[in-house]
């Protein structure tokens, strides 16, 4: 592919994204996408063989964004007040939408998990990825004593981030960020309950 072709796959699937995240697959046409993205149809179908294809490559930009920015965040958790400003910047995220739209790739998920397997996979696949950060982050506190020996990183992951992900659908219809903030915050009060006496 040409630099140039590139680009123009590039600027498809951010504007297909942009779409997508705001109004919906189901919601959001190829014609949409043309005129947002500033293409043909030629250009678009050089690039993608139908809408399937294009939601594939949406799902792989949305969940390599957001799992580069969790990377940042998380890379380096091994303490509480780590994962507290973790859960700070998730709640300041949210609220400058006023808790509208909710997660890239959760609102993906719960419109595509039930009818398409291979985006189901691929986004199981992504929200792994993203839970074994916040498991490796809770390792490191585990082993640098922030945690008990007993307390199990994987579950409190899984807690954590499913607490995030109800949380992110709450304030998404309420367009209050106070049902987030409140999931966190019991997830976070798992993980102090688990923290080591000092």
């Known amino acids: 592919m040409t630099a140039r072709g590139a680009a123009t796959r590039a600027r498809i699937v951010e504007s297909a994204a942009d779409l997508m995240h ?13 005129a947002a993205s500033g293409t043909s149809k030629s250009q678009l179908y050089q690039h993608f063989a139908d809408k399937d294809a294009l939601v594939d490559a949406v799902i792989a930009f949305q969940a390599g964004e957001l799992i580069a920015r969790q990377t940042q965040r998380l890379q380096r958790l091994d303490s509480l007040r780590g994962l507290e400003l973790w859960r700070d910047a998730a709640v300041r995220r949210s609220a400058l939408r006023r808790g509208a739209h909710g ?16 985006a189901r996979a691929a986004l199981a696949a992504h929200f792994r990825n993203w839970e074994a950060l916040l498991t490796a982050g809770l390792e490191r506190m585990r082993a640098n004593g922030a945690l008990r020996p007993e307390a199990d990183p994987v579950k409190l992951a899984t807690g954590i981030l499913a607490a995030l992900q109800g949380g992110y659908l709450l ?7 106070a049902p987030l903030e409140v999931a966190l915050d019991m997830a976070l009060d798992r993980v102090r309950a688990a923290a080591a006496a000092e």
């Open 22 to 34: 705001l109004n919906g697959v189901s919601a959001t046409t190829l014609d949409d996408v043309r």
């Open 171 to 177: 304030a998404q219809t309420a367009r209050d960020t």
């Open 103 to 118: 997660c890239e790739l959760g609102s993906l998920a719960s419109e595509l998990a039930d009818r398409d397997e291979d």
